[in-house]
């Protein structure tokens, strides 16, 4: 009995201590949306090195959407680049234009917009936003020969994770109490 309890006590203070986690974005080389990991990716989504990217020649809106239901989100790592398709008879654009990202609840409600500049520069920055309740985020830009990496996501998974971790044990230390 005090092993059980120790058990539930432990799970108790592992879910009252919330952690932020940070999952890599790393679809294979090939991936142009759909379904990977623990995320959907629409919209202009393409991996062809390290980390997905997004690219916005026609000025529409990508989406990535967390499958398992909502976070509280805590900041991106992306980097954005001119880019010409490694074609030159496209102009690069003078200067990169600005990101807007919208984050949106389970239900499509704007929880908040954000807008940053990225250089242009291949080194990655980590986008501090604390947001909760995120279950997708809009990536829109002004039509353009630009794209944008996303190479991780960090979040605070939402209570309910957490709540059904408990329930979880609280079942196993009810099978493992009838069980003697």
């Known amino acids: 009995m005090k092993k059980i309890l120790a058990m539930f006590l432990l799970a108790a203070g592992v879910s009252a201590g919330a952690y932020a986690d940070t999952i890599q974005l790393t679809p294979p080389p090939g991936f142009t949306g759909g379904t990977y990991g623990d995320f959907t990716y629409s919209g202009s989504w393409t991996a062809i090195f390290d980390s997905p990217f997004v690219s916005f020649y026609e000025g529409q809106v990508s989406v990535l959407t967390y ?32 990101l807007t990202l919208t984050f949106k609840g389970i239900g499509g409600n704007v929880l908040s917009t954000k807008s940053l500049h990225l250089a242009d520069d291949d080194r990655f920055i980590e986008f501090a ?7 997708s985020i809009e990536f829109s830009a002004p039509a353009s020969q630009f794209f944008v990496r996303v190479a991780s996501v960090s979040m605070v998974p939402e209570a309910e994770a957490y709540a059904m971790l408990l329930a979880g044990l609280s079942v196993l230390a009810a099978l493992r109490r009838k069980q003697r």
């Open 129 to 135: 936003s604390e947001v909760q309740g995120v279950h």
């Open 67 to 98: 499958d398992s239901g909502t976070m509280n989100l805590k900041g991106l790592s992306l980097n954005g680049r001119p880019w010409n398709g490694y074609n030159d008879t496209f102009p690069f654009p003078v200067e990169t234009p600005n």
